[in-house]
């Protein structure tokens, strides 16, 4: 039986010390020990190459009940493959936002673990995210595409219009709201936590 967890994974130069990952603790803070759901955020290294094998490691680990993930996030959640997950505004194509991810050094949007400050993207780096974009959606069969479900923003200026891709894979399993690709707390709170409570997993 899967964990009262959630597991959250955080967007492009984010951390796991997010505004996002505080609202969803205080949402589901529950008034007991037994009725509170636990909100598991991970730092998501940088070269896909360690992320996506960190997660499904992270995964089996944890066992949550729900994995979310936003923007990048998403991108990797949506191939979390067996477990309940919801996809916010996800990147499917991160090697292509130039006006986001480019060769060069950044500056973490939240603390980390490890106390760095800043991070490199590399060419390599791009070409790793092209080559794991290119098999995001292998191995999708009917019970998997049972298992995901996605939030798109009607006026997401980064990302561009996703839904469409993830509706060939997951047909009829995406829902629209009105916002742009950033959760607000009123997105977060309006949102995002009804239709995770919509979903029915914990009872």
């Known amino acids: 039986m899967n964990e009262r967890k959630i597991?959250?994974?955080h967007g492009f130069g984010s951390s796991g010390a997010s505004g996002t990952v505080d609202l969803l603790?205080?949402?589901f803070l529950g008034t007991s020990a037994a009725d509170r759901i636990q909100v598991v955020a991970p730092d998501i290294p940088v070269e896909p190459s360690e992320a996506l094998p960190f997660l499904r490691k992270l995964v089996e680990k944890e066992n949550p009940g729900l994995v979310i993930g936003t923007s990048m996030g998403g991108m990797?959640?949506?191939?979390?493959?067996g477990v309940e997950r919801i996809c916010v505004n996800p990147s499917f194509a991160m090697s292509s936002l130039y006006?986001?991810?480019?060769?060069g050094k950044y500056k973490w949007l939240n603390?980390?673990?490890d106390g760095a400050l800043e991070f490199h993207v590399y060419k390599e780096?791009?070409?790793?995210?092209?080559?794991?974009?290119?098999?995001?959606?292998d191995d999708i069969d009917e019970v998997e595409q049972l298992f995901c479900h996605g939030l798109f923003g009607d006026a997401d200026e980064l990302a561009g219009d996703n839904r469409a891709r993830f509706e060939e894979h997951y047909p009829g399993m995406s829902v629209s709201y009105a916002g742009g690709h950033r959760l607000s707390a009123d997105i977060v709170k309006g949102v995002l936590v009804p239709f995770i409570r919509s979903l029915g997993i914990w009872p």
Do not use: D, G, N
Request: proline content about 3%.
């Open 25 to 27: 603790r205080k949402e």
């Open 125 to 137: 780096t791009i070409e790793a995210f092209r080559e794991m974009e290119a098999h995001q959606f």
């Open 7 to 9: 597991l959250y994974l």
């Open 76 to 81: 990797y959640a949506q191939q979390l493959r």
């Open 99 to 103: 006006s986001l991810f480019h060769v």
């Open 111 to 113: 603390p980390r673990r």
